[in-house]
């Protein structure tokens, strides 16, 4: 956290929010057509989007209350929230991530303190497909409520790019299954270096002091991590009362049960635990993710391993982006965004489950 904040404060001094915010404001202005055209908000959501896409999973709060805040400035009903408002968290909530830093970190820590071979990286194809059905699908749902016209062509020309990009990258990995690992490792260290050299040139382009920047994003980086591990701790404490009290147990028997009577192959089901904790708790759904590897990470590269960190990747943490968002600005009736949010969870672990058994199966 600590690390990408500092690379994303010399981004932000160096302009690249900026382009950023140029390239996509033609879509930000149809999709959120009651914010004006030079709105504050813009880049603030982009900024919250940015490391979202970058998998910096608590890192994006602070951006995020921000994008809300300025939003809210905008906001008529200061009790409830605007159409704006609900399509940002859905956005968030569906959890679009581009590079999944924390959870190959997390991977690539358990491999090298076990001794583990493999390659980290070979769920970031995965969930760069999952999160993008999720985000898609969140969008739609809310297009839908807030009777958003999606066949524009400003907006035809940015999803219907993004998606055959996406359909043509699962169309070759499908026929060339031999190579998902290579292409998995070359894209995902090609995009990370890439993100890291064009923030610093950027920054040296601007004249700024490159050092005295990433050691102020990293401090704020350092200062979030060290406010959320009390929420971690007790969130963490709450699942493992939960857990061994054997409920989740007797929940995920009863999944299983149901399944059994449609599938042969139900090892999905043991994945399924990271799945239901994930719109609870980033930080749960993190625990039950690394416990599925079992003692000393021994089947993190199994199929429910695998599974586990690409559920893990392809959906926000809903209810608890709605309650801090929200409740950041005082919003009281959230109208349908809690629906929105839940349903684009459902398709983004239908996704992955179902692209775990094309990757893995």
């Given at each position: 956290m600590a690390l990408w904040l500092g690379i994303m404060r010399i981004g932000e001094k160096g302009g690249a929010i900026k382009i950023l915010s140029k390239l996509f404001s033609p879509l930000l202005n149809k999709l959120f057509p009651e914010l004006p055209e030079n709105s504050k908000a813009h880049g603030s959501i982009i900024m919250n989007i940015s490391a979202n896409v970058l998998g910096l999973d608590n890192a994006a709060t602070p951006l995020g209350l921000k994008a809300m805040k300025e939003l809210q400035d905008e906001n008529s009903d200061k009790e409830t929230a605007s159409n704006s408002q609900i399509l940002f968290l859905v956005l968030n909530t569906s959890g679009l991530t581009l590079i999944p830093t924390s959870i190959i970190a997390l991977r690539a820590t358990a491999m090298a303190e076990n001794n583990i071979t493999g390659n980290p990286t070979d769920i970031f194809l995965p969930i760069l497909i999952a999160t993008y059905c999720s985000t898609l699908a969140g969008l739609i749902f809310v297009a839908i409520f807030q009777k958003i016209n999606l066949f524009q062509k400003t907006i035809l020309a940015y999803l219907g790019t993004a998606t055959m990009l996406i359909g043509l990258l699962v169309w070759y990995l499908i026929n060339h299954k031999d190579q998902i690992e290579v292409i998995s490792a070359v894209t995902s260290g090609s995009i990370i270096f890439s993100f890291i050299i064009s923030f610093i040139l950027l920054g040296l382009r601007k004249?700024?002091?490159?050092?005295?920047?990433?050691?102020?994003?990293?401090?704020?980086?350092?200062?979030?991590?060290v406010r959320i591990v009390p929420y971690l701790i007790a969130m963490l404490c709450a699942i493992g009362a939960f857990t061994t009290s054997g409920a989740m147990g007797y929940i995920i028997d009863g999944i299983g049960n149901f399944f059994s009577l449609f599938f042969n192959d139900i090892r999905f089901v043991d994945a399924l635990p990271t799945a239901i904790m994930k719109p609870l708790s980033g930080g749960g759904a993190?625990?039950?993710?690394?416990?599925?590897?079992?003692?000393?990470?021994?089947?993190?590269?199994?199929?429910?391993?695998?599974?586990?960190?690409?559920?893990?990747?392809?959906?926000?943490?809903?209810?608890?982006?709605?309650?801090?968002?929200?409740?950041?600005?005082?919003?009281?009736?959230?109208r349908y965004a809690i629906i929105a949010g839940l349903l684009a969870d459902l398709v983004g672990v239908i996704a992955a489950i179902i692209i775990a058994y094309v990757f893995w199966g």
């Open positions: 004249k700024i002091n490159i050092y005295e920047e990433f050691i102020e994003g990293a401090k704020e980086g350092f200062n979030v991590a993190r625990g039950m993710m690394v416990e599925s590897w079992g003692e000393n990470a021994s089947q993190i590269n199994s199929f429910v391993g695998r599974l586990t960190s690409t559920l893990q990747g392809s959906t926000e943490t809903t209810f608890y982006v709605l309650a801090v968002y929200f409740g950041s600005v005082g919003i009281k009736n959230t």
